[in-house]
Antibody
Framework: EVQLVESGGGLVQPGGSLRLSCAASGFPFSPYWMHWVRQGPGEGLVWVSRINSDGSTTTYADSVKGRFTISKDNAKNTLYLQMNSLRVEDTALYYC???????????WGQGTLVTVSS | QSALTQPASVSGSPGQSITISCTGTNSDIGAYKYVSWFQQHPGKAPKLILYDVSTRPPGVSNRFSGSKSGNTASLTISGLQTEDEADYYCTSYTGITTLNVFGTGTKVTVL
């Protein structure tokens, strides 16, 4: 069974940093593209970032470019999202999502909540 | 990349069919056959119900079907059931250098 378990969320002040982790199991992690998607309180889904299978290619939403860094440790079956210079508007539930090929996604974790507030 | 446009809400009675539209541009839905649909119940993670416009993953009811014409994709739920009450999001591939884009979301109510 595919499992994606996010961790690392919490309350942080504006300008602060957090590192989210996503532990993957139940499938061979290395060949898969991986994604982070967020959902603000009562809001819709927004793509945050994407990384290819070997970690050599990354893509970011304009709203997080230069502040967030996605990475993938295939030896540890873990996906990361380093978030710096956090803003109030980054407050959201952050989901780790497995790629379906290189163009779509299928399985989602349960999410980790990030709250940016003073 | 702007969000794809979905109706905010759609409702129907048990047993009826409903259709949710998802309108994009010729840079996303119009350019690719990679449209997916997700179902999200309150407090739960989204669940994939269709990919490649109309392909159902294993275990997804055949009451869910999809289509695409031009810049608009559609999700049809036939034989509406109470458990279908949820939020539904479409998404489209937009190319190798940009992230995929989600729809604005549609709340389905079973009357």
């Amino acid at each position: 069974e595919v499992q994606l378990v996010e961790s690392g969320g919490g309350l942080v002040q504006p300008g602060g940093s957090l590192r989210l982790s996503c532990a993957a199991s139940g499938f061979p992690f290395s060949p898969y593209w991986m994604h982070w998607v967020r959902q603000g309180p009562g809001e819709g889904l927004v793509w945050v970032s994407r990384i290819n299978s070997d970690g050599s290619t990354t893509t970011y939403a304009d709203s997080v470019k230069g502040r967030f860094t996605i990475s993938k440790d295939n030896a540890k079956n873990t996906l990361y999202l380093q978030m710096n210079s956090l803003r109030v508007e980054d407050t959201a539930l952050y989901y780790c999502v497995r790629g379906l090929g290189d163009k779509q996604v299928d399985n989602w974790g349960q999410g980790t909540l990030v709250t940016v507030s003073s | 990349q702007s969000a794809l446009t979905q109706p905010a809400s759609v409702s129907g009675s048990p047993g009826q069919s409903i259709t949710i539209s998802c309108t994009g541009t010729n840079s996303d839905i119009g350019a690719y056959k990679y449209v997916s649909w997700f179902q999200q119940h309150p407090g739960k993670a989204p669940k994939l119900i269709l990919y490649d416009v109309s392909t159902r993953p294993p275990g997804v009811s055949n009451r869910f079907s999809g289509s695409k014409s031009g810049n608009t994709a559609s999700l049809t739920i036939s034989g509406l059931q109470t458990e279908d009450e949820a939020d539904y999001y479409c998404t489209s591939y937009t190319g190798i250098t940009t992230l995929n884009v989600f729809g604005t979301g549609t709340k389905v109510t079973v009357l």
